[in-house]
């Protein structure tokens, strides 16, 4: 497996004006990760295919490749209906091939809202279907640019993992697959060790990401923690610092055949450049050592 890093570790300081997606590429090269993805967190301006070719020049300069490139969607809620989030899905896979990226995670959806086509009364059963059809639709275009695409266990509704493996099966395309993040299954309070077993097959493209947990059952601890949607509360955590068992999940995947890029994924409230480089210490150890 090799190492790279998404862009998103780096909100905090893309976020107050501290680094630009330029500063991310050479500070991802010095700290000696082999791969960038970007993520959509900056927005790539009124000319997104000309910003992402002078991305992937500037990647190609230093030595990165570039992974993956990680988008919002939404096929459930967007207001003009889901053939329209198709469309702007496909225009956001030009930008990916446009940056060299052999893959794009897209999502499928934040959730069923009351007046969303498949009603108040869906489950996700009741709109898989539609999801499954919609990303049918972008991984055959995508296929056409060479790019593989793929789904995130995030957003609470379409994040277990039993929920994943029926969603890429009903895609049914060799095109398709799951980005695992392997911390993100805590937001719905499912064992790492057991979601990763589960979606291990579909996997295309891996997150290495950890958190600290508190029980739902003790006081708010305070700034810097998240819900999970079972009441137990989450805060990022350096790779390595928190309860997720990284190393086991990196074997799953591992022993399932994948030997793919695993992107450190930091969410966690220490300066990012910090807790990005002792993540990359600790994963390379994980990764020499299975």
Known sequence: ?????????????????????????????????????????????????????????????????????????????????????VERVKKLVDVAAALGAKGM?????????????????????????TLADCCRLVTEYAATKGIRTMVENHGYFAQDSDRMEKLVATVAHDNFGILCDMGNFLCVDEDPILAVSRIAPYTVHAHAKDFHVKNGSQPHPGQGFFGTRGGNHLRGAIVGHGVVPVQQCLRIL?????????????????????????????????????
């Not at 999502?107 to 279907?129: E, L, M, Q, S």
């Not at 992107?263 to 990359?280: K, M, Q, R």
């Open 1 to 85: 497996m090799k190492i790279s890093v998404s862009t998103y570790s780096f909100a905090a300081l893309t976020k107050d004006g501290t680094m630009t997606l330029s500063d991310c590429i050479k500070s991802a090269k010095k700290m000696g990760f082999e791969g960038i993805e970007f993520a959509d967190h900056v927005p790539f301006g009124n000319d997104p295919i000309a910003y992402a070719t002078q991305l992937k020049k500037e990647c190609t300069e230093v030595g990165l490749e570039v992974v993956n490139y990680t988008v919002h969607a939404d096929f459930l809620n967007n207001a003009e209906g889901p053939e329209s989030e």
């Open 254 to 290: 591992k022993n399932a055949g994948y030997d793919g890029y695993v992107s450190i994924e930091f969410e966690g409230i220490e300066n990012p450049l910090i807790g990005i480089s002792y993540g990359l210490e600790n994963l390379r150890r994980y990764i020499e050592t299975m």
């Open 105 to 129: 995670r897209h999502d499928a959806t934040w959730g069923i809202k009351k007046d969303c086509r498949v009603g108040r009364w869906g489950t996700f059963d009741t709109a898989v279907r």
